[in-house]
């Protein structure tokens, strides 16, 4: 019966993981990402608190939340540093640590 | 007593050697020829003791190897053998150092020469005494490093140092199929004592399974003995150590070196006896020896190359009378040998030393007016030499021939032997011939200065020419007695027949050289001129040996095992390989970090991806 739903949850967070992989853009695509990634998990999350009856699942997502919001605005902040630093917030760029 | 006969000449050696500034150039000269004179002294006693009285003396010092399976003492025998071969040995080199010190007057380094000498000596020595074989090899060994020392003498010479290294390395063959021989001794008797291997050798022969043995153990004494005596294939050394000083020639080619492989020999004479297969090889590769060495000695044209070469020949004459079992035969032999040969090199070097270091024949001549006493002794030489009648070498000589002769089965020796006395007459008087009768072809200066040398230089070759003379008339019933000899009973023609070659010889190369000069000097046809060169160049035995082995041995090492596998193949999968192969993968696997985020992430996935499914994977 959420059996649509927890594939529509998959399909997202393979979205997003896909968003970060394939990105060659601006970092800004990969914060967010990063963000449908924390949504996914989230509504994956509140799907099974549903189907087996717990509460403790939307407590972890409200926590989520809460980090994702933290996640995003530390992220926003690096990207605005780093922006100042090298003038260009392009993903290829990014490549001065080569091993 | 028996003792001081070894440790006089080490005594000399090490003051020679070690002290040779404090004690001076005279000084080295007088006191190792004292040391000398000593052992000489002490071994005539010796010989009266255990020959004459037949008393053997047996001498165990030490135990030295100490196992299980084997014991071996540091020991001394004296027997009749051994107290022969010392009045040879001590008797000689003392001459040799007297000689030494006229002759090589002058030489910043006498000290040294004088300590080698006395070193050869000793080792010398060490080898005749020894009473097993393991001792015996420590001299055999001695005497080759001492004859690399003594032929290197002069060591600013590139060829001295070839010649040396070439004599060291070819005696190393030899050496090889010594150290062989007492493995497989050891093996077969379980012990390297002669006493303990000479007694039970018959026995042991008669085994069902080992008459093979005895004969592979003759075999490879042999071929010791073709080593250090300069036999058929392993005698290019000898000729080539003519670049040391003469009197290290005189050493190593009448007394002390080359006699040690028929030393060997006769030592071994109880295990040759059981080895008949053995014993063939022996007479035919001595014969064969004294022949083809003989043949080269007509044409050469080197004072001393001549003479090493007839050394090499009368070698071959040795080694076919050990080869027909006459033992003592050989050791007399070797004996008159020892004489006659150490006076012609005294006397060539006395040539040598007359003409201002010059060595070629063709540059010699006429020095029968100016050195009448240095002609006098070389022609005692090489008429003892060519077994001239009543001197010593026709008691050996002409001996050898009739038993060679006796053995009817081994024809092909005795006329082979026959002809090298031809040639040997024809060679020594050649030699004579061009030295001191014929016109002279040296410069006017070094003519008109060749002179006679000082009275150390002249009291040895009185002594040899007098030992040259008598020598073999006196000792011949005491040698003869060491093992029953009976003159053969043929015919009186063949009796005849090696003094009418002798004689044959020796009137062909006066007439030829005296009235028909001319017939070596007629045009001559290119068969002629290759055969001249064939002889010359020794039967190209060096080219043979350097364009077939030597040089492909150094390719083998260079190409294959050095740069083919120590370099190629060792390299590749040992250490250069390995690390190679090891910095190219981490260079790979740093490759992967890119420095991009996105492949982070993909590595990341990838990487929980075969985590996930590797922790939930067994599950299913």
Known sequence: MYYKYIVVAILLLLLGVLGIVLNRGHLIIMLMSIELILLAASFLFLINSIVIDILIEQIFTIMILTVAAAESAIGLAILVAYYRIKGTIAVKSLNWLRG | ?620
């Open chain 2, 1 to 620: 007593m028996y003792l001081l006969v070894i440790l006089a000449p080490l005594m000399g050696a090490l003051t020679s050697g070690f002290f040779g500034r404090k004690i001076g150039e005279k000084g080295a000269g007088i006191f190792t020829s004292g040391c000398l004179i000593l052992s000489l002294s002490w071994s005539t006693l010796i010989f009266y003791e255990t020959t004459l009285n037949s008393s053997t003396t047996y001498i165990k010092l030490w135990r030295w190897l100490d196992s299980d399976l084997l014991t071996t003492y540091f020991g001394l025998q004296f027997d009749s053998l051994t107290a022969t071969m010392l009045i040879v040995v001590t008797s000689i080199s003392t001459l040799v150092h007297i000689f030494s010190t006229a002759y090589m007057d002058g030489d910043p380094h006498l000290p040294r020469f004088m300590s080698y000498l006395s070193l050869f000596t000793f080792f010398m020595i060490l080898l005749v005494t020894s009473d097993n074989y393991p001792q015996l090899f420590i001299g055999w060994e001695g005497v080759g490093l001492c004859s690399y020392l003594l032929i290197n003498f002069w060591l600013t010479r590139i060829e001295a140092n070839k010649a040396a290294i070439k004599a060291m390395l070819v005696n190393r063959v030899g050496d090889i199929g010594l150290v062989l021989a007492m493995f497989a001794i050891w093996e077969e008797f379980g012990s390297l004592d002669f006493s303990s291997v000479f007694n039970t050798a018959a026995v042991v022969a008669e085994g069902p399974s080992t008459g093979g043995h005895i004969t592979l153990i003759c075999l490879f004494l042999f071929i010791g003995a073709v080593g250090k005596s300069a036999q058929l294939g392993l005698h290019t050394w000898l000729p080539d150590a003519m670049e040391g000083p003469t009197p290290v020639s005189a050493l190593i080619h009448a007394a002390t070196m080359v006699t040690a492989g028929v030393f060997l020999l006769i030592r071994s004479a109880p295990l040759l006896e059981q080895a008949p297969l053995a014993l063939m090889i022996v007479t035919i590769v001595g014969s064969m020896t004294a022949f083809f060495t003989a043949t080269i000695g007509l044409v050469q044209n080197d004072l001393k190359k001549v003479i090493a070469y007839s050394t090499c020949s009368q070698l071959g004459y040795m080694v076919v009378a050990c080869g027909i079992s006459h033992y003592s035969i050989s050791l007399f032999h070797l004996m008159n040998h020892a004489f006659f040969k150490a006076l012609l090199f005294l006397s060539a070097g006395s040539v040598i030393h007359a003409l201002a270091d010059e060595q070629d024949m063709r540059k010699m001549g006429g020095l029968i007016k100016s050195t009448p006493f240095t002609y006098t002794m070389m022609i005692i030489g090489s008429l003892s030499l060519m077994g001239f009648p009543y001197l010593t070498g026709f008691y050996s000589k002409d001996l050898i021939l009739e038993l060679a002769y006796d053995q009817y089965y081994l024809a092909f020796a005795h006329w082979l032997v026959v002809f090298s006395a031809l040639l040997t007459a024809f060679y020594s008087i050649r030699l004579i011939y061009l030295t001191f009768i014929a016109n002279t072809n040296s410069k006017k200066e070094v003519f008109m200065h060749a002179h006679e040398g000082s009275w150390n230089l002249t009291l040895p070759l009185i002594l040899l020419a007098l030992g040259s003379i008598f020598v073999g008339y006196l000792t011949k019933e005491v040698l003869w007695s060491f093992q029953a000899t009976l003159p053969p009973i043929i015919p009186i023609s063949i009796k005849l027949l090696p003094v009418i070659f002798s004689l044959l010889g020796a009137t062909s190369a006066f007439v030829l050289y005296h009235c028909s000069a001319r017939a070596f000097s007629v045009p001559t046809s290119p068969i002629s001129l290759a055969s001249y060169a064939f002889l010359y160049s020794a039967w190209q035995f060096n080219y043979i040996i350097n364009y077939f082995l030597v040089r492909n041995v150094w390719k083998l090492g260079h190409l294959m095992t050095y740069r083919t596998l120590d370099k190629g193949v060792l390299e590749l999968v040992g250490p250069k390989g390995i690390s190679d192969r090891m910095v190219q993968l981490t260079q790979g696997i740093s490759n992967l970090q890119s420095g991009l985020v996105f492949n982070y992430a993909l590595i990341i996935l990838i990487g929980a991806a075969i985590f996930i499914s590797g922790t939930v994977w067994p599950f299913y």
